[in-house]
């Protein structure tokens, strides 16, 4: 069925087909709608969650551990300092092996605080152990949050998942969005049923242990090899899902790249302004393309470097600032990709878009221009620039 | 809820927490812990949480627990929020019909955990009024770090963040008053108390907040040998001493109403209570007269606002 739903409906709509039995709820701009939409689902009847209005975010995903702890399955939304406030926890959440669906609508760090988007959220908990799944618009927001129990979930992986969608762009704009039946969704999900959990009346359960190194480090291998068997999954539930939608999803996109010269990497809701940028420059003759990173947790090294062995010059374009010094997140992932490679392509690192600076066709059109450059002279000049500030130092 | 106490019924039955966890020997915590789950009928499961802190690292060391019943820590700040989930998740379940039975949700924390770092979640958890106890064991200082102050921390104490030195003397600030804190929540039972004596007045009052609905908090006095400097042998004497010179009254707040618990024979001075432990050594120099008067000035002062508050 067709609808016109804004992202973060979009989300709430997949949260109430699921009908999950509790819900961590606190408001932050621009997430704050999912857990209205979902408090009025409570409201009417439509779902019977309980649904859980904490004080904080940090009290939020610590409901969500203890539910997901006591056999339930457990969702919330949050964006920018509210995960930042959850920090501590999602580590807690990963290392207990809690499948908790998050849904986070990217918005930039404080400070300064600024309710636009950025990744800096996400990026700063991309080590905790959450699988995350990167959404260009509404339509991919409702799917991968529907994507995301079953992939958690699945004994060989227990981790939890982290839908990410772009704030305000992707949260707030209304679009036309294909939703499934809920018979269909609450089929594709099925129910949670783990094997131990706390309220499992024949065998007590104790969670969250002091873990002396005589045990940590095993755990924390145990913990990595979950990560590793994630990606299997991912492909396996793209799959099924498929089949329920005739929407096709992979670990990325690739955009225009079996003969691309000219090649972005980059997330989110940019990809659609770059692929305008791309069929533009393919008119033109330029044999530009495009990657759009959906799996950003685990991290598509592999499957990456072979996308990527065909360009001659490739653009991550970091939306968020990894202060390295060197360059942001994705751009430090994907370069470490690209190592393995015999010939490897030249490749910069673009960081824009801070704080919802907006990022044009024409943006991205200077980019091509840039890597033709590079190609034509031999140089990369400087690695890793940022674009769109007021400065000097624009370097695109 | 009339039930006679029968302490050696009691500790015939199965305990919850089991020996051969890691607290030191003279600790408070140990005590309070099984003497608040020995309240539980025996029918009765329970989801045990705990803040981090000195109780969690020792009675749950991989691969080892001492909690008979499901137990859950997840973090030190949070341990409120921590139960309230869990009993969000029995009551979608049971409302699915996916689990069975009555279980009790108790959660432990240190006053670290429950005066200072875990206060929001704490309050928060109470607001929402979710089913479960809220228990406090009170040792008055981070102990688990290595004995720092806390809100929690009386006036005058010596801890490693409030030494006492040529121009500091220990804490400079009274404690806070976390019992009046909470029952400030409006929440159906609150209570004050410590494992004294035969364990009757924590016993009567776990069973209260155990099989009362809704929120219920209990502050309970656990001694540390550590931190507070006593001989161990001596902590059932410190707790004693606590009580009858109404450093620590016990008293209960049942829907509003409050309740003396016990009432000393004779109140005895504030400083034979100081008197026996390290961290108020100082107070008993030459020059220091005026810290004692002051520790007397203030009991006293609280001593008389929970009289007329309970009318008693």
Redesign the interface.
């Given at each position: 069925m067709s609808d016109r739903l804004s992202g973060n409906e979009a989300v709430a709509y997949a949260m109430k087909q699921i009908n999950p039995?509790?819900m961590?709820a606190f408001p932050i701009t621009p997430s704050t709608e999912i857990p209205e939409y979902f408090a009025a689902y409570v409201a009417n009847g439509e779902v019977?969650?309980?649904y859980?209005?904490?004080?904080?975010e940090?009290?939020s995903m610590?409901?969500?551990?203890?539910?997901?702890?006591?056999?339930?399955r457990?969702v919330c939304a949050t964006s920018s300092c509210g995960l930042a406030l959850m920090y501590?926890?999602l580590y807690?959440a990963a290392s207990?092996r809690l499948p908790i669906t998050l849904a986070c609508v990217n918005r930039a760090l404080s400070g300064p605080i600024n309710i636009n988007h950025d990744y800096s959220d996400s990026m700063g908990a991309r080590d905790s152990g959450w699988i995350q799944i990167y959404a260009e618009n509404n339509q991919e927001a409702y799917d991968n949050f529907i994507m995301a129990m079953p992939i958690g979930e699945t004994p060989a992986v227990r981790l939890p998942v982290m839908t990410c969608m772009d704030g305000f762009i992707t949260s707030h704009a209304v679009e036309n969005i294909e939703l499934l039946e809920t018979e269909t969704v609450r089929t594709f999900v099925g129910t949670y049923d783990p094997e131990n959990y706390?309220?499992?009346?024949e065998n007590?359960?104790?969670?969250?242990?002091?873990?002396?190194s005589a045990?940590y480090m095993e755990h924390k291998v145990q913990e990595a090899e979950a990560m590793k068997a994630a990606k299997a999954r991912i492909l396996e539930v793209a799959a099924e899902f498929e089949k329920i939608s005739g929407r096709s999803y992979g670990l990325f996109e690739e955009y225009q790249m079996d003969d691309a010269e000219l090649a972005l990497v980059l997330m989110g809701s940019t990809a659609g302004t770059a692929k305008a940028a791309v069929d533009k420059l393919r008119e033109q003759g330029v044999k530009a393309g495009l990657v759009k990173i959906r799996v950003f947790r685990p991290f598509p090294c592999e499957e990456l470097a072979q996308v990527l062995a065909g360009p001659k010059a490739v653009a991550v374009m970091d939306k968020s600032e990894g202060f390295s010094a060197n360059g942001g997140p994705l751009f430090a992932e994907t370069r470490s990709a690209l190592y393995d490679l015999k010939d490897r392509p030249y490749v910069i690192n673009i960081v824009y878009g801070l704080g919802g600076r907006d990022a044009k066709v024409e943006d991205i059109e200077k980019v091509f221009k840039r890597l033709a450059d590079i190609v034509a002279t031999g140089e990369t000049g400087p690695v890793y620039t940022h674009m769109g500030q007021r400065s000097k130092e624009d370097m695109v | 809820m009339k039930r006679v106490y029968n302490l050696k019924q009691e500790v015939e039955k199965p305990p919850r927490l089991t020996g051969g966890h890691r607290l030191c020997a003279g600790c408070g915590a140990g005590v309070v812990v099984a003497g608040v789950l020995r309240a539980l009928n025996k029918e009765d499961r329970a989801v045990v949480t705990n803040a981090t802190g000195c109780l969690e690292v020792s009675t749950f060391m991989y691969p080892y627990t001492a909690y008979m019943d499901s137990f859950i820590h997840s973090a030190f700040e949070n341990s409120a929020a921590t139960c309230s989930g869990v009993e969000a998740a029995y009551n979608a379940l049971k409302r699915r019909g996916k689990v069975e039975g009555t279980v009790k949700f108790i959660t432990f924390g240190g006053d670290g955990g429950t005066y200072d770092i875990g206060f929001q979640s704490l309050s928060g958890a109470m607001e929402r009024g979710h089913d479960m106890v809220y228990v406090c064991y009170d040792n008055e200082a981070y102990m688990n770090t290595g004995i720092q102050r806390s809100s929690s921390t009386p006036r005058f104490a010596r801890t490693t963040t409030s030494p006492v030195g040529a121009k500091n003397q220990g804490k400079k600030q009274e404690k806070k008053d976390l019992t009046d804190i909470m029952v400030a929540h409006n929440i159906p039972y609150v209570a004050q108390t410590a494992p004294l004596g035969n364990f009757k007045d924590l016993h009567t009052k776990a069973y209260k907040a155990i099989y009362t609905e809704g929120p219920c908090f209990m502050n309970v006095l656990s001694p540390c040998p550590r931190g507070w400097d006593y001989p161990m042998a001596k902590l059932a004497e410190i707790i004693k001493l606590a009580v009858d010179t109404c450093v620590w009254p016990l008293f209960e707040v049942e829907e509003g109403v409050w309740h003396l618990s016990y009432m000393p024979k004779r109140k005895l001075p504030v400083e034979d209570f100081l008197r026996p432990q390290g961290r108020f050594r100082h107070m008993f120099e030459q020059g220091n007269e005026w810290m004692i008067e002051a520790a007397q000035a203030y009991v006293d002062q609280r001593w008389e606002r929970l009289l007329e508050r309970s009318g008693a």
């Open positions: 039995d509790v961590g019977n969650t309980e859980v209005a904490v004080e904080s940090h009290s610590s409901v969500c551990i203890a539910a997901q702890a006591a056999g339930a457990a501590e926890l807690v207990c706390l309220l499992k009346k007590p359960l104790a969670v969250g242990p002091y873990d002396i045990y | -």
